[in-house]
Each structure stands twice: as C-alpha cells, then as structure tokens.
C-alpha cells in the first residue's frame, strides 16, 4: 500500500499509526463473498448487514478524490464506497440516494461541525456493518476508529492521480473531527484562505484518504480481522459528551459536568 497511497515517504505503519489490540466484533457469515443480511431484532423490515464485496482502497480513494468536486467531502466519501458496490452488489445500493447527503459538506451545511468524511465514513459502517440496534457495537468502534485515525493523522495522506492543484500542499494534524479546526489550523499552516483552488484541493485529499481508511477498516472486518483501535471516551473520562481538543474552541467556557448523582444506600439483607 506505501507506493500506492503516498508519494511522500508515509509508509502503512504511519497511516495506521495509533493502533491498538482491542478485538472486537461478532461472528460473521459469508456466503459466496457476501455478508448475508440479518434481520433487526426489534422486528423492523431493515436488513442488517447490508452485502459487502471488498474493495480496491486505491481506486476507492481516486474515486472519491474525483466525486468531492461535484458533491464534496460526506458526499464523496460515500458515493466512492456505495458507487462501487451499486456494481458489484445491486440492490439496497442502487437505491440509495447519494446525492442528498451533499449537506455534510463543510462540516454540516456549512457550519464547520464533524467534517463531512468522517461523518460519511460513519454512516457506511453502520448500513454495511450494523447499527448496535442489531446488538453488535462493531460499527460503532469503527466510527471511534475513523474519528480518531482522522484527528491525529498528518493530512492530507493520499495523493490522486493527476492532481488539480500540482503545488505541494501543506499538512497538519486537526487533533480534532471538527471541519472548523481541521481546516483552520491548514489555513493558518498554508496561508491559503477558504475558496483558493489549495484549500478545495487539500480537503478532496482529506476526503479520499479517510476513504482509503475506511475500505481498509472494511475489508478487514470482511476478512473476519478487524480490530477497533480508538479507546477515547469523553464521557466515561469527563462525564461529558466531547472530543479532544475542546479548549481550543471553548477556552475557560468549557461546559462542565455535574457530579454523578450519589448511589443510593445498600439496603442490608434481612436476617432469617
């Protein structure tokens, strides 16, 4: 994969820096490449996993390079992913409207909240994978995964085949899945504002490596591999939903939590 995803020296052992041993996931069934579908448990009429073919990362990554300059970074990352298998799969793809999630761009409609590759990422997971309704919590450690791999990876990594922007362009760490942050703290690195042609094409890189990512995230879990690599939980640390790097947004506004409520007296056991 180092020759393939990067020009720059990033060998497979940085791109998947942070990594851990916490296996997760349960049983998988395969059937002819597939992961057979399951009914929810609640009864409903989704089908969960949806099927699954392994993908090329590579080819995903120049794909979704390519679709963030017609739907952007949610958008792109999805349509890489789900185009594909619309081929190799059929149906629930064919199906599945990709174009409306073209909201997710710049961090939600604009509003630089979780960056739209990310969030496009964790939306995958949980049609391919199953949403923890199912009683499996492997996409969910998956989206911690995607979350965590994109805030402290050095981006962008992937390099697209014939480049719209041929400078070299700078590379920072978010240390955060918030558009607002990630972006910014590149700006101020590259010194390129917000609508230059640098900017557009940074984030189409950003975009294509967390697709890269998340077929490899993926493909290991068809293979039966995965293993969740992000132990990060603000609320169990803090007691408070949030991410890593909230001061540099907040400062001294930073919302507390309130103490836990106190556990109620043991009532001690009637003697016989």
């Not at 939306?123 to 309704?133: A, D, Y």
């Not at 480049?163 to 690195?189: D, F, Q, R, Y």
């Not at 939903?241 to 919302?255: A, I, L, M, W």
């Not at 309130?258 to 007296?265: M, V």
Request: aromatic share 8%; hydrophobic share 35%; charged share 20%.
């Amino acid at each position: 994969m180092d020759k393939k995803l990067v020009k720059e020296g990033v060998s497979r052992r940085q791109i998947l820096a942070g990594t851990g041993a916490l296996a997760a996931g349960a049983a998988l069934s395969h059937v002819g490449g597939l992961i057979s579908p399951a009914a929810a448990k609640d009864g409903s009429t989704e089908k969960w996993p949806w099927p699954y073919k392994k993908l090329d990362p590579e080819k995903t990554a120049q794909l979704c390079y390519e679709e963030w300059y017609r739907i952007f970074c949610g958008g792109a990352v999805i349509s890489s992913i789900f185009g594909q298998l619309r081929e190799k799969v059929g149906e629930p793809y064919k199906a599945f409207p990709i174009d409306a999630y073209i909201y997710l761009e710049g961090g939600q409609a604009g509003w630089g909240t979780i960056c739209g590759a990310p969030a496009g990422a964790n939306m995958v997971f949980n049609l391919i994978v199953g949403p923890r309704t199912t009683g499996d919590t492997t996409a969910h450690r998956m989206c911690e995964d995607i979350m965590s791999w994109y805030s402290e990876t050095l981006m962008p990594v992937f390099m697209p085949k014939n480049p719209k922007v041929t400078t070299e362009l700078a590379k920072t760490v978010s240390n955060s899945p918030l558009c607002h942050i990630s972006v910014g703290k590149w700006m101020k690195a590259s010194n390129k504002p917000l609508v230059s042609p640098e900017r557009k094409d940074r984030c189409a890189r950003v975009a294509a490596s967390v697709a890269f990512k998340s077929v490899e995230l993926l493909n290991a879990w068809a293979d039966g591999d995965y293993e969740a690599s992000s132990d990060f939980n603000c609320g169990k640390l803090h007691g408070i939903t949030g991410q890593q790097n909230c001061h540099e947004c907040h400062g001294s506004k930073v919302p507390q939590a309130p103490p836990p409520p106190p556990e109620a007296p043991k009532k001690e056991a009637k003697k016989a």
